[in-house]
Protein backbone atom coordinates (compact mmCIF):
# COMPACT_ATOMS: atom_id res chain seq x y z
CA UNK A 1 0.00 0.00 0.00
CA UNK A 2 1.22 3.98 -0.48
CA UNK A 3 1.66 5.64 2.12
CA UNK A 4 -2.08 6.92 3.81
CA UNK A 5 -3.31 10.16 2.02
CA UNK A 6 -6.61 10.14 3.82
CA UNK A 7 -8.29 8.85 7.09
CA UNK A 8 -12.14 8.90 6.80
CA UNK A 9 -14.31 8.44 10.31
CA UNK A 10 -18.12 6.90 10.63
CA UNK A 11 -19.37 9.53 13.57
CA UNK A 12 -21.61 7.33 15.54
CA UNK A 13 -20.39 3.99 17.14
CA UNK A 14 -16.76 5.04 16.26
CA UNK A 15 -16.24 8.78 17.66
CA UNK A 16 -19.85 9.27 19.96
CA UNK A 17 -20.92 6.39 21.71
CA UNK A 18 -24.25 7.40 20.54
CA UNK A 19 -26.30 4.48 18.90
CA UNK A 20 -27.53 3.36 22.12
CA UNK A 21 -29.02 6.37 23.00
CA UNK A 22 -31.22 6.33 19.41
CA UNK A 23 -31.84 3.05 19.92
CA UNK A 24 -33.23 3.85 23.32
CA UNK A 25 -35.49 6.53 22.40
CA UNK A 26 -36.36 4.89 19.05
CA UNK A 27 -37.20 1.97 21.26
CA UNK A 28 -39.44 3.63 23.57
CA UNK A 29 -41.11 5.65 21.12
CA UNK A 30 -41.71 2.72 19.13
CA UNK A 31 -43.95 1.36 22.24
CA UNK A 32 -45.75 4.29 22.32
CA UNK A 33 -46.95 2.48 18.71
CA UNK A 34 -47.81 -0.94 19.98
CA UNK A 35 -44.50 -2.30 19.04
CA UNK A 36 -41.79 -3.58 21.14
CA UNK A 37 -38.04 -3.72 19.73
CA UNK A 38 -34.81 -4.02 22.70
CA UNK A 39 -32.76 -1.60 22.39
CA UNK A 40 -29.47 -3.69 22.05
CA UNK A 41 -31.24 -5.79 19.43
CA UNK A 42 -32.33 -2.53 17.69
CA UNK A 43 -28.97 -1.50 17.93
CA UNK A 44 -27.05 -4.37 16.89
CA UNK A 45 -29.53 -5.19 13.56
CA UNK A 46 -29.97 -1.22 12.85
CA UNK A 47 -26.49 0.43 13.69
CA UNK A 48 -25.33 2.14 10.60
CA UNK A 49 -28.50 2.55 9.13
CA UNK A 50 -30.69 6.03 8.76
CA UNK A 51 -33.83 6.17 10.46
CA UNK A 52 -35.98 6.34 7.39
CA UNK A 53 -34.70 3.04 6.21
CA UNK A 54 -35.18 1.48 10.38
CA UNK A 55 -38.71 2.47 10.39
CA UNK A 56 -39.57 0.86 6.80
CA UNK A 57 -37.80 -2.34 7.51
CA UNK A 58 -40.07 -2.22 10.80
CA UNK A 59 -42.98 -1.65 8.99
CA UNK A 60 -42.56 -4.27 6.75
CA UNK A 61 -41.93 -6.81 9.14
CA UNK A 62 -45.07 -6.16 11.02
CA UNK A 63 -47.32 -4.75 9.13
CA UNK A 64 -47.53 -1.29 11.08
CA UNK A 65 -48.28 1.91 9.59
CA UNK A 66 -46.83 4.94 11.50
CA UNK A 67 -48.47 8.60 11.83
CA UNK A 68 -47.36 10.89 9.68
CA UNK A 69 -44.86 13.15 12.13
CA UNK A 70 -43.74 9.76 13.79
CA UNK A 71 -40.29 9.86 12.52
CA UNK A 72 -39.83 13.66 12.60
CA UNK A 73 -40.95 13.50 16.70
CA UNK A 74 -38.62 10.77 16.99
CA UNK A 75 -35.37 12.36 15.13
CA UNK A 76 -36.08 15.77 17.23
CA UNK A 77 -35.96 13.54 20.29
CA UNK A 78 -32.60 11.94 19.50
CA UNK A 79 -31.05 15.19 18.54
CA UNK A 80 -32.24 16.68 22.05
CA UNK A 81 -30.70 13.58 24.02
CA UNK A 82 -27.41 13.54 21.78
CA UNK A 83 -27.25 16.88 23.14
CA UNK A 84 -27.24 16.61 26.46
CA UNK A 85 -26.13 12.95 26.81
CA UNK A 86 -23.98 11.87 24.01
CA UNK A 87 -20.51 11.51 24.97
CA UNK A 88 -17.13 10.92 23.12
CA UNK A 89 -15.72 7.47 22.24
CA UNK A 90 -13.03 6.71 24.81
CA UNK A 91 -9.58 8.51 23.12
CA UNK A 92 -11.27 10.30 20.44
CA UNK A 93 -9.15 13.52 21.59
CA UNK A 94 -6.61 11.99 22.18
CA UNK A 95 -5.97 10.08 18.63
CA UNK A 96 -6.79 13.41 16.64
CA UNK A 97 -3.56 15.07 18.82
CA UNK A 98 -1.62 12.02 17.23
CA UNK A 99 -2.90 11.82 14.02
CA UNK A 100 -1.10 14.39 11.23
CA UNK A 101 -2.89 13.19 8.12
CA UNK A 102 -5.79 14.83 6.57
CA UNK A 103 -8.94 13.54 8.02
CA UNK A 104 -13.03 13.95 7.52
CA UNK A 105 -16.37 12.27 8.72
CA UNK A 106 -18.59 10.25 6.35
CA UNK A 107 -22.06 9.43 8.12
CA UNK A 108 -25.53 8.54 7.28
CA UNK A 109 -26.38 11.19 9.96
CA UNK A 110 -28.19 14.82 9.05
CA UNK A 111 -25.28 17.44 9.14
CA UNK A 112 -27.75 18.99 12.02
CA UNK A 113 -27.20 15.93 14.36
CA UNK A 114 -23.68 15.60 13.77
CA UNK A 115 -23.74 19.25 14.41
CA UNK A 116 -25.24 18.63 17.70
CA UNK A 117 -23.04 15.69 19.00
CA UNK A 118 -19.86 16.78 17.65
CA UNK A 119 -20.13 20.26 19.63
CA UNK A 120 -21.59 18.83 22.60
CA UNK A 121 -18.25 16.73 23.16
CA UNK A 122 -15.87 19.01 21.34
CA UNK A 123 -14.81 17.27 18.16
CA UNK A 124 -16.92 19.55 15.83
CA UNK A 125 -13.72 22.03 15.00
CA UNK A 126 -11.61 18.83 14.78
CA UNK A 127 -13.35 18.09 11.35
CA UNK A 128 -14.85 21.25 10.28
CA UNK A 129 -15.68 21.94 7.70
CA UNK A 130 -14.58 17.94 6.09
CA UNK A 131 -17.89 16.07 7.97
CA UNK A 132 -19.84 14.71 4.91
CA UNK A 133 -23.71 13.24 5.20
CA UNK A 134 -24.88 10.77 2.96
CA UNK A 135 -28.16 12.12 2.75
CA UNK A 136 -27.07 16.14 1.50
CA UNK A 137 -24.49 13.70 -1.71
CA UNK A 138 -26.81 11.02 -2.12
CA UNK A 139 -28.18 7.29 -1.30
CA UNK A 140 -26.77 6.25 2.48
CA UNK A 141 -24.42 3.68 3.59
CA UNK A 142 -24.10 0.51 2.04
CA UNK A 143 -23.63 3.09 -0.96
CA UNK A 144 -20.50 4.33 -1.28
CA UNK A 145 -21.19 7.95 -2.35
CA UNK A 146 -20.24 9.34 0.66
CA UNK A 147 -17.07 8.06 0.18
CA UNK A 148 -16.37 8.74 -3.03
CA UNK A 149 -17.33 12.12 -2.32
CA UNK A 150 -14.63 12.59 0.33
CA UNK A 151 -12.06 11.06 -1.90
CA UNK A 152 -13.08 13.84 -4.45
CA UNK A 153 -12.79 16.52 -2.11
CA UNK A 154 -9.28 15.96 -0.49
CA UNK A 155 -8.19 13.97 -3.87
CA UNK A 156 -7.31 11.04 -2.40
CA UNK A 157 -6.65 7.70 -3.80
CA UNK A 158 -9.06 4.84 -2.36
CA UNK A 159 -6.31 2.71 -2.20
CA UNK A 160 -4.63 4.88 0.53
CA UNK A 161 -6.87 6.14 2.17
CA UNK A 162 -8.29 4.24 5.63
CA UNK A 163 -11.96 4.04 6.77
CA UNK A 164 -13.05 3.13 10.33
CA UNK A 165 -16.50 1.94 10.52
CA UNK A 166 -18.61 -0.07 13.25
CA UNK A 167 -21.30 -1.51 11.02
CA UNK A 168 -21.49 -4.10 8.18
CA UNK A 169 -23.46 -0.95 6.20
CA UNK A 170 -20.49 1.59 6.53
CA UNK A 171 -17.69 -1.04 6.29
CA UNK A 172 -19.71 -2.33 2.69
CA UNK A 173 -19.87 1.34 1.70
CA UNK A 174 -15.89 1.74 2.10
CA UNK A 175 -15.00 -1.41 0.43
CA UNK A 176 -17.27 -0.41 -2.20
CA UNK A 177 -15.41 3.15 -2.68
CA UNK A 178 -12.24 1.02 -3.37
CA UNK A 179 -10.88 2.31 0.50
CA UNK A 180 -9.30 0.00 3.16
CA UNK A 181 -11.73 -0.42 6.26
CA UNK A 182 -11.08 -0.82 10.18
CA UNK A 183 -13.73 -2.34 11.93
CA UNK A 184 -14.81 -0.89 15.39
CA UNK A 185 -16.49 -2.63 18.15
CA UNK A 186 -16.02 -0.40 20.84
CA UNK A 187 -19.32 1.52 21.60
CA UNK A 188 -21.85 0.81 24.34
CA UNK A 189 -23.61 -0.96 21.26
CA UNK A 190 -21.27 -4.20 20.46
CA UNK A 191 -22.64 -7.23 20.50
CA UNK A 192 -22.03 -11.17 20.42
CA UNK A 193 -20.35 -11.82 16.71
CA UNK A 194 -19.61 -7.98 15.77
CA UNK A 195 -15.91 -8.13 15.05
CA UNK A 196 -17.22 -10.90 12.63
CA UNK A 197 -19.65 -9.45 11.10
CA UNK A 198 -17.79 -6.54 10.36
CA UNK A 199 -14.40 -8.82 8.98
CA UNK A 200 -16.67 -10.73 6.62
CA UNK A 201 -18.29 -7.42 5.26
CA UNK A 202 -14.86 -6.58 4.44
CA UNK A 203 -12.72 -4.89 7.47
CA UNK A 204 -9.11 -5.75 7.18
CA UNK A 205 -8.91 -5.75 11.04
CA UNK A 206 -11.10 -5.25 14.45
CA UNK A 207 -10.13 -3.11 17.06
CA UNK A 208 -12.10 -2.65 20.13
CA UNK A 209 -10.05 0.36 21.13
CA UNK A 210 -9.96 3.93 20.10
CA UNK A 211 -6.93 4.52 21.40
CA UNK A 212 -5.16 1.80 18.83
CA UNK A 213 -6.22 3.39 15.71
CA UNK A 214 -2.93 5.08 15.23
CA UNK A 215 -0.71 2.44 15.40
CA UNK A 216 -3.21 0.25 13.35
CA UNK A 217 -2.31 2.52 10.63
CA UNK A 218 0.77 2.86 10.97
CA UNK A 219 0.59 -1.39 10.73
CA UNK A 220 -1.96 -1.32 7.37
CA UNK A 221 0.25 1.58 5.44
CA UNK A 222 3.22 -1.61 5.48
CA UNK A 223 0.48 -4.58 4.44
CA UNK A 224 -0.55 -5.39 0.60
CA UNK A 225 -4.18 -4.76 -0.18
CA UNK A 226 -6.17 -7.98 0.43
Known amino acids: MQQPQLLIFDCDGVLIDSEMIAAEVQSEMLKAEGVEIDPAD ?3 RFAGMTWPAILERIGEETGKTFPKDFMTRVDEEIDRRLGTDAEEIAGAHDILD ?3 LPRCICSNSTKQRLEIELEHVGLWGRFNPHIFS ?3 IGQGKPAPDVFLHALKVFGAAPEATIVIEDSVHGVKGA ?3 GCRVVGFTGGRHT ?5 DALTEAGAETVINRLVDFPAVVEVLASWQDA
Do not use: T
Not at 191 to 195: K, L, M, T, V
Open 98 to 100: RLI
Open 134 to 136: ARD
Open 42 to 44: SAA
Open 175 to 177: RAA
Open 191 to 195: YHGHA
